[in-house]
């Protein structure tokens, strides 16, 4: 069955401090991957997706297929980072695409 | 016009209402979606529409009804709800590509639904 799994529901670091935050996924054909944040009061929104492998406020996402793993890094964060962060997988359903989040990691930001 | 617009922000009915959620796109999307969302839980995908075709229902009751007029609004109409249906309803936009994937969705801001 296809699947996201993010281990972590809340992750809290200081400011200036490096941040990962972990997304597995499970899937038997070539992966799609995203992260979507949710900033407070805000609508969910894109940070990236691993097609385009870009580096958005900093964050940078890796696809390793091999640990079947699409982890979130940034080296130092800030406290405008703290939101709720989904990693989400795209599948073909139909002829139309859906997506498929994880649980979310809450990530707070410390001053 | 780069944003999914919904309407209304917040809803408040009774079991025995009939009301509609409305979004909108001018985007040139011709992929649209419903996902509900619970407090502190992930998006839940309900429907898609592809080029105003309903493509996928994901075994989602009958007394939730979607509707596409054309390729720039999306509707979803409530009828008989239950209190367990109060939840954030959001809409969303792609390009439809098809079986290519890949897709950004553009979020809409959501319709925060309050079942009495």
Request: charged share 20%; hydrophobic share 30%.
């Amino acid at each position: 069955a296809q699947r996201v799994t993010q281990p972590e529901k809340l992750l809290s670091v200081f400011k200036g401090a490096p941040v990962e935050l972990k997304c597995n996924y499970s899937y038997s054909g070539s992966p799609e991957l995203f992260w979507y944040v949710q900033y407070s009061r805000q609508r969910l929104q894109l940070l990236l997706r691993h097609i385009s492998r870009e580096s958005i406020k900093g964050f940078t996402a890796d696809l390793n297929k091999g640990e079947t793993s699409f982890h979130l890094k940034k080296p130092f964060a800030q406290e405008e980072d703290s939101a709720m962060y989904y990693c989400a997988l795209s599948l073909i359903q139909g002829g139309s695409e859906k997506l498929v989040f994880g649980k979310g990691t809450k990530l707070t930001v410390n001053p | 016009d780069t944003e999914v617009t919904q309407t209304p922000k917040h809803l408040v009915m009774g079991m025995t209402n009939k009301k509609s959620l409305k979004c909108e796109q001018h985007m040139g999307h011709r992929a649209m979606y419903w996902y509900k969302q619970k407090a502190k839980k992930p998006p839940e995908l309900m429907f898609v529409y592809s080029y105003e075709k309903l493509s996928i229902n994901e075994s989602v009751p009958s007394r939730f009804s979607p509707e596409c007029p054309n390729s720039s609004l999306l509707n979803l109409h409530l009828h008989a709800l239950q209190p367990e249906d109060s939840a954030l309803y959001l809409c969303a936009s792609s390009q439809a590509r098809g079986r290519q994937g890949g897709e950004t969705q553009y979020f809409g801001p959501g319709t925060r639904l309050l079942v009495l």
